[in-house]
C-alpha cells in the first residue's frame, strides 16, 4: 500500500494570512491526490482531487500542486470557516490511502 | 440530491459483532461505488473496504478476516459487519460515495457513526 505522510501535523494562523499543508506519497501516485477538510459534525468534504482539479463548489482561494510524490495544498486569504482538519489521500492506486492529518487552528 | 447516513449502534461489547447500515439517496448503487472508512478518536482516516457497484467487494486487507460488505439495492442500503470487535476497533464510521470522474476518491460522505466497543 501506498503510504502518505502529510505535515505539519498542527497549523496556526490569522484570518488573511495564507498557509501550506504537504503530503509526501511513498512511491509516485503520478497526480492522483485528493485533499479533503474535515470539521465537527459536518460531513468530510472533498476540496480537490486530481492533485489540483478543485471540487464543484470550492472556493478558488484553495489551491493544490505537485505530482509524483510531493504535493501541496494552499489556501490563500484564510477565512474563518477554513479551520478544521485537513487529509490527504493518494487515489492513483488501490487501496485508496490517507495521510494523517493536519489541524489548522485559529492563531 | 446526493446523501448518505450511516446508523447502528453507538456500543458494542467485546468479541461481539458489529452491524452498521450505510443508507443512500440520490444515486443508484448499481451505479456508484461505495465504500467504508473509519477514524479512530484523534486519529486518521483508514479505508476498511467498497461494495463495487456491480455487486462485488473487496477489503482492507489487515480487516478482512473479520469484514464483511452487503447491500440491498432495493432499500438503497449498503451493510458492514465486522465481528470479533476489541477495544480499538472504537472508531467513528463513515461510508463514502466514490467520484467516478477518476476515481478511488470521495465526492460525498456520511457524517459517520461513533461505536464505543466497551463492557
Known amino acids: 500500500d501506498v503510504q502518505m505522510t502529510q505535515s505539519p501535523s498542527n497549523l496556526a494562523a490569522s484570518p488573511g494570512e495564507s498557509v501550506s499543508i504537504n503530503c509526501k506519497a511513498s512511491?509516485?501516485?503520478?497526480?492522483?491526490l485528493a485533499w479533503y477538510q474535515q470539521k465537527p459534525g459536518k460531513a468530510n468534504k472533498l476540496l480537490i482531487y486530481s492533485g489540483s482539479t478543485l471540487q464543484s463548489g470550492t472556493p478558488s482561494r484553495f489551491s493544490g500542486s505537485g505530482s509524483g510524490t510531493d504535493f501541496t495544498l494552499t489556501i490563500r486569504n484564510l477565512e474563518p470557516e477554513d479551520f478544521g482538519l485537513y487529509y490527504c489521500q493518494q487515489h492513483n492506486e488501490y487501496p485508496p490511502t490517507f495521510g494523517s492529518g493536519t489541524k489548522l487552528e485559529i492563531k | 440530491q446526493v446523501q448518505l447516513m450511516e446508523s447502528g449502534p453507538g456500543l458494542v461489547q467485546p468479541s461481539e459483532t458489529l452491524s452498521l447500515t450505510c443508507t443512500v439517496s440520490g444515486f443508484s448503487l448499481t451505479s456508484y461505488n461505495v465504500h467504508w472508512v473509519r477514524q479512530p478518536p484523534g486519529k486518521g482516516l483508514e479505508w476498511m473496504g467498497v461494495?463495487?457497484?456491480?455487486?462485488?467487494?473487496d477489503y482492507n486487507s489487515a480487516l478482512k478476516s473479520r469484514l464483511s460488505i452487503s447491500r440491498d439495492t432495493s432499500k438503497n442500503q449498503v451493510f458492514l459487519k465486522m465481528n470479533s470487535l476489541q477495544s480499538e476497533d472504537t472508531t467513528t464510521y463513515y461510508c463514502?460515495?466514490?467520484?467516478?470522474?477518476?476515481?478511488?476518491?470521495?465526492?460525498?460522505w456520511g457524517q459517520g457513526v461513533m461505536v464505543t466497543v466497551s463492557s
Open positions: 463514502a460515495r466514490e467520484d467516478t470522474t477518476v476515481g478511488y476518491y470521495f465526492d460525498y
Open positions: 461494495m463495487w457497484s456491480g455487486g462485488s467487494t
Open positions: 512511491k509516485s501516485i503520478s497526480k492522483y
